[in-house]
């Protein structure tokens, strides 16, 4: 049997090695968006397929969300006849929490997935390096435009759903609920606050950039043929989910720690 401290020093050595992989595949992505030269033809195709072909499934997502959301809120706060908070409450969870981070998944399954399969096929059908072989930078070419398109455009995204959950929440109250459409508006306005808003955006942006950053990475080093592209789209999406998990509460602790 095997040394249970070898076991356990072999993975932890794995993924010492896997993390600082990652990081250099990060430098090198960074260094490769900020110099010229930029490819801004590249850049609007992947913000028109990351941020308007999401739109469908995000604004669905936060449409039954805000809904949702609004009906449990009534039913928890009825318990205490705080039923009036039911507009503070939705608004201040979509916008800081709910809404960049649903968002966030909905990418890392859609558009995570479909960047690593992408970089996977052009990876095992050597279309790579023919881009190295013509002395183009693979780097600039294929991973920059992602991640300079998926850190712009997935703020869009979340202020689109924000609004959208709100929406829905609005509904609810109004048809299920009761609420008064005024009183509604008025409470929700009155209790938003910037910083709400600017929290969830920043999410946003660092959950776009994890987004493409994982999907680029795993399709990047994609190998074995068909079978290696779908485990490079799958370890995308899980990488990506996590990611945007875990960032979500150290960013969350940088603006409201205090």
Avoid: W
């Avoid at 809120?73 to 709910?98: D, H, K, M, Q, W």
């Avoid at 998926?150 to 048809?175: E, N, S």
């Avoid at 306005?189 to 955006?201: C, H, K, P, R, T």
Wanted: proline share 3%; charged share 10%; net charge neutral.
């Amino acid at each position: 049997m095997n040394n249970p401290l070898a076991v356990v020093g072999r993975f932890f050595l794995n993924f010492l090695a896997a993390v600082g992989r990652l990081a250099v595949f990060a430098g090198r992505s960074l260094a490769a968006t900020f110099s010229p030269p930029f490819y801004f033809r590249l850049i609007g195709q992947q913000m028109l397929v990351i941020g308007y072909y999401s739109l469908p499934v995000v604004g669905l997502t936060a449409l039954f969300t805000g809904a949702v959301l609004a009906l449990q809120i009534f039913l928890g706060s009825s318990r205490f006849g705080a039923e009036s908070a039911v507009p503070n409450i939705v608004v201040v969870g979509l916008t800081r929490e709910l809404g960049p981070v649903l968002a966030g998944l909905m990418l890392g399954g859609r558009v995570g997935a479909a960047i690593a399969a992408e970089l996977g096929t052009m990876r095992v059908t050597e279309q790579i390096d023919a881009l190295i072989t013509l002395q183009t930078n693979p780097f600039k070419y294929l991973v920059a435009p992602r991640l300079v398109a998926a850190t712009l455009t997935t703020p869009l995204l979340v202020l689109v759903a924000d609004i959208i959950g709100v929406m829905g929440g609005y509904l609810v109250g109004i048809h299920r609920l009761d609420f008064n459409s005024m009183v509604y508006l008025k409470n929700t306005y009155d209790f938003l606050e910037a910083i709400d808003v600017e929290s969830g955006l920043v999410k946003a942006a660092v959950f776009g950039f994890l987004i493409a950053l994982m999907g680029c990475y795993h399709g990047f080093h994609s190998k074995g043929g068909a079978q290696g592209v779908g485990r490079a789209t799958t370890d995308a999406v899980v990488s990506s989910l996590i990611l945007i998990l875990i960032s979500n509460y150290f960013v969350t602790e940088a603006f409201f720690s205090q």
